[in-house]
């Protein structure tokens, strides 16, 4: 290490300490101990352009142990990196100011408490919960190859870029990251690099008290490349180490890395350097053992900036110069796949992507709305090339498998397929998704809705960071039948709709299956959850319903009382929309006018201005019956105090799908009695069921 590295170095160490100092917040340990190897990687491997941060083949860095983040953001302010707005737009000032760091976990700094992508440039994932960064990883590392594949000519690398992700004994233990590192191996990912940031400390103690496995053998049998740094004060190993990645063609490759949490300071190996700043006293004495002023905080010789634009920012401007002239002369040469490229980037679609979309006629019989969706699909994949994903291994089931001529199958020896098998791997497949969304590319992914459960902390980063991942569920009810309560979600729609940010659509039939993808599609800054039925639904009569295009509006009157007067609502997702109608019927039959209320996705309706809302569901009609087969929990806004709901109060049951309807009481006769009650304001039970 020469004396210019030491001081840069220790200057990383310097700004972290005083950034949690002064917060009195966060996590000291770890950017002490791995500071030496983020700057090496940094300083002499990483292709990324301080001045471009959102340049299309620059290395992505993911701090997947995301409670270091000021060592990130340390490294962000020491590069320079610019700061990028939302509409890709390069702007003049810093993404993380000194400012910004004094401020460090404060409101409305650029340094929050953990890496949050879309508000700090250069960060390039949401981290937090351990074990997600690495995974979303691994879909960053797919992205990058699938593009090299389709777009890549001789002569024109546009796309070779490298994935770097800094992982802890935390992230080593999530079940997701051994998802991720199966699904990784198998697909050979010789662009993905995961640093094992091996410190042996978490915040309960020493890593020996639960986790005592050997990790190198893990990943070996895993089928990655391994390779080992004995002190991560060594920068020239850790360069070997990262060149002997740089050399491997054919695995990912793990680096592990033996550090010292809290290096220098009084609490050096201690639990206590992992979550606790070190204290006035404690900084100081650190910084003096460091060769730093004791007395100063935020202290950055200038030597240290320049040191870095020499580095990482020289580097990244020429490489990232060179690739704008490569792409200039390959959008001469072929500029069909050019546009694709740019408009991929800015997250449009082809111009006649619409014209794609399919139409259904009227059917009684219908078809269930995976199978619809299947159909949908594959008509608009054909058209947006970069649309692709597949399923935790229920393709066959979830209809999500794109059958059109030169689909493929996206795989080691066939990189630029478009059907994914992601295994029977839930968490890393929505975290999977992540990171092919993250590179711009058009994911999805799908299981059955039951399994949402084992997604929900990628699904929740995809709505927290504002990307367009299409998470596809299907078997959607207790229409699963004979399968049982271990089968049948009941609570998982609540669950859904529980986080912002994330639209959920629950479609009726087909049309609305059109356009729910016609809605999905056009998204650009949310994610989307697809709640699809297993069971045939009937395509209905448009001709005399009002037009499925009202999905795009979240609600809308799908048949209205014959004066437009009605005495009654019925609201209705999914399947049940169908027994809705059949039970108007039966209460049109006895003189009573009842409207149905298709309502696709709550959330787009929540937007919808008052005046909408009120026309369709008036404030003066109070009698009002949702039916929906599930968790009658969040209900209670749109039937109000007066109304009440006919959904599910227990986990459901084994029996044929007929027996369990009439059991559970999603009948026409049980709704329109339900109906009567509401209207004659006898007292039941707010779930009717």
Known sequence: MTDQDTLSVNTIRGLCMDAIQQAESGHPGTPMGIAPVAYTLWQRFLRFDPQDPV??????????????????????????????????????????????????????????????????????????????????????????????????????????????????????????????????????????????????????????????????????????????????NDLDAVARALHTFRAETERPTLVVVHSHIGYGSPVEDSPRAHGTPFGEEGVRSTKRFLGLPPDERF????????????????????????????????????????????????????????AALPQFPPDPKGLASRDSSGRVLNALAERVPWLLGGSADLSPSTKT?????????????????????????????????????????????????????????????????????????????IGVGEDGPTHQPVEQLAGLRAMPGLLVFRPADAGEVV???????????????????????????????????????????????????????????????????????????????????????????????????EAVLPPGVTARVGVEQASTFGWDRYVGDRGAVVGMHTYGASAPLKKLITKFGFTPERVAQVARDVLAGREQPRSAA
């Not at 992508?117 to 949401?126: K, L, N, Q």
């Open 55 to 232: 340049w299309p083949n620059r290395d992505r860095f993911v701090l997947s142990e995301g409670h270091a983040s000021a060592l990130l953001w340390s490294l962000l302010h020491l590069s320079g990196v610019r700061a990028v707005d939302a509409d890709y737009e390069v702007l003049g000032r810093p993404a993380v100011s000194l400012d910004d760091l004094r401020a460090f976990r404060q409101l409305d700094s650029r340094c929050p408490g953990h890496p949050e992508y879309r508000w700090t440039s250069g960060v390039e994932t949401t981290t937090g919960p351990l074990g997600q960064g690495v995974a979303t990883s691994v879909g960053m590392a797919l992205a990058g190859r699938w593009l090299a594949d389709r777009y890549n000519r001789d002569g024109f690398d546009l796309f070779d870029f490298d994935v770097y992700a800094l992982a802890g004994d935390g992230c080593m233990m999530e079940g997701i990251s051994s998802e991720a590192a199966s699904a990784a191996g198998h697909q050979g990912l010789a662009n993905l690099c995961w640093i094992y940031d091996s410190n042996r400390v978490t915040i309960e103690g020493h890593t020996d008290i639960t986790f005592t496995e050997d990790v190198a053998a893990r990943f070996l049998a895993y089928g990655w490349n391994v390779t080992t740094v004995a002190d991560a």
């Open 299 to 354: 202290h950055v010789p200038e030597a240290v900036r320049e040191d870095f634009a020499r580095g990482i920012g020289a580097r990244g401007e020429r490489l990232r110069t060179a690739w704008e002239e490569r792409f200039e002369a390959y959008r001469r040469a072929w500029p069909a796949e050019a546009d694709e490229i740019t408009r991929m980037q800015r997250r449009e679609l082809p111009e006649d992507w619409e």
């Open 401 to 477: 498998r794109l059958t059109f001529d030169g689909a493929g199958d996206l795989e080691p020896d066939e990189p630029g397929g478009r059907n994914l098998h992601l295994g029977v791997r839930e968490h890393a497949s929505a975290a999977i998704a992540n990171g092919m969304a993250l590179t711009k590319l058009r994911p999805y992914w799908s299981g059955f809705l039951i399994f949402s459960d084992y997604a929900k902390g990628a699904i929740r980063l995809s709505a927290l960071m504002e990307i367009p991942v299409v998470h596809i569920f299907t078997h959607d009810s």
């Open 515 to 613: 356009e729910t993808w016609r809605a999905v599609a056009a998204l650009r800054h949310e994610p989307a959850a697809l709640v699809l039925s297993r069971q045939a639904l009937p395509t209905l009569d448009r001709s005399v319903l009002a037009p499925a295009s009202g999905t795009a509006r979240g609600a809308y009157v799908l048949a209205d009382a014959p004066d437009g007067a009605p005495q009654v609502l019925l609201l209705a997702t999914g399947s049940e929309v169908s027994l809705a109608l059949s039970a108007r019927e039966e209460l049109a039959a006895e003189g009573i006018a009842a409207r149905v209320v298709s309502m696709p996705c709550w959330e787009l309706f929540d937007r919808q201005p008052r005046e909408y809302r």
